[in-house]
């Protein structure tokens, strides 16, 4: 019986020793990553979001868009459009290039318009204040051989990793975007910083952040100028469950969209 109970004594100690030894990890199995998964637009538009893990794959809707990702280990390399809808079908595909230290650092658009080629350079700075420039974007157009005529060039301000403003280098015109506090549709997916880039219109970017955009604000010196403002419902989670958009509103051009999302 002694001989038991210093046996039961032993195996005490051992689990107590292993419990506060620092390099023992357990893995938390059921910590789940919130992933978009669909989203259905006011104007009949559904789109559903693959994954693989937490990489993005894909984006189709059933209005002919598709859009479809590849990756080589961890780094997006590749993005391929094709709209096969009314008006008039195009593919691209859209081939990305870092640096050494997986920072993108050019990617190329070529369109089925082999003429109206695109190239985008990324110059970085260390900052992250939200008051200094912390990258820049050149754009050059071309064919698919070269791309040297300097079309536009942008600079890009940072918090909390949010694009906060962005303007253009000769100041001609401006974007301002404030956020809410809460989390982003696709704040969990792979190299989420990639795809503020890789997409290409305003309006596309605004769920590649960290938190949700409630408004951008466009301002030119030519006196054009307009602000989209957005509005959310949030799940339990903090996630958007539905959004209202008001483009450009006080205009001529003022429309209303609104948006359900579904996750995974």
């Given amino acids: 019986m002694k001989k038991l109970m210093?046996?039961?004594a032993i195996g005490v100690a051992m689990l107590t020793s292993c419990s506060e030894d620092d390099s023992v990890i357990v893995p938390e199995t059921n910590q789940a990553v919130v992933l978009l998964k669909q989203t259905i637009n006011s104007n009949g538009r559904v789109t559903n979001y693959t994954y693989d893990g937490n990489k993005l794959i894909s984006k189709i809707d059933n209005q002919g868009r598709s859009t479809v990702y590849t990756y080589v280990g961890d780094l997006l390399?590749?993005?391929d459009d094709t709209y096969s809808g009314g008006g008039s079908?195009?593919?691209s595909y859209t081939e990305l290039e870092y640096n050494t230290n997986h920072q993108l650092i050019q990617y190329i658009t070529?369109?089925?318009n082999t003429f109206n080629v695109e190239r985008v350079e990324l110059v970085y700075y260390?900052?992250?204040s939200g008051n200094s420039v912390d990258f820049e974007k050149h754009v050059f157009l071309g064919d698919e051989i070269s791309q040297l005529f300097?079309?536009?060039?942008?600079e890009f301000y940072l918090q909390g990793g949010n694009i906060v403003k962005s303007n253009s280098d000769s100041a001609i015109l401006e974007y301002i975007y404030t956020h809410d506090d809460k989390n982003a549709p696709m704040k969990n997916i792979f190299t989420i910083g990639v795809f503020q880039f890789v997409e290409t219109s305003e309006y596309d970017?605004?769920?590649?952040?960290?938190s949700n955009i409630v408004s951008f604000t466009y301002a030119s010196q030519l006196l054009v100028d307009y602000s989209t403002v957005l509005t959310y419902t949030y799940n339990t989670d903090n996630y958007p469950e539905s959004s209202t958009t008001i483009h450009q509103q006080g205009t001529v051009n003022e429309w209303t969209e609104m948006i359900q999302y579904i996750y995974e």
């Avoid at 300097?150 to 942008?154: D, F, G, Q, V």
């Avoid at 970017?205 to 960290?210: C, H």
């Fill in 77 to 79: 390399t590749r993005k």
């Fill in 150 to 154: 300097a079309e536009s060039s942008r």
């Fill in 6 to 8: 210093y046996i039961i």
């Fill in 205 to 210: 970017k605004q769920w590649y952040f960290e």
């Fill in 89 to 91: 079908p195009y593919t």
């Fill in 110 to 112: 070529y369109p089925s």
């Fill in 126 to 128: 260390d900052n992250n």
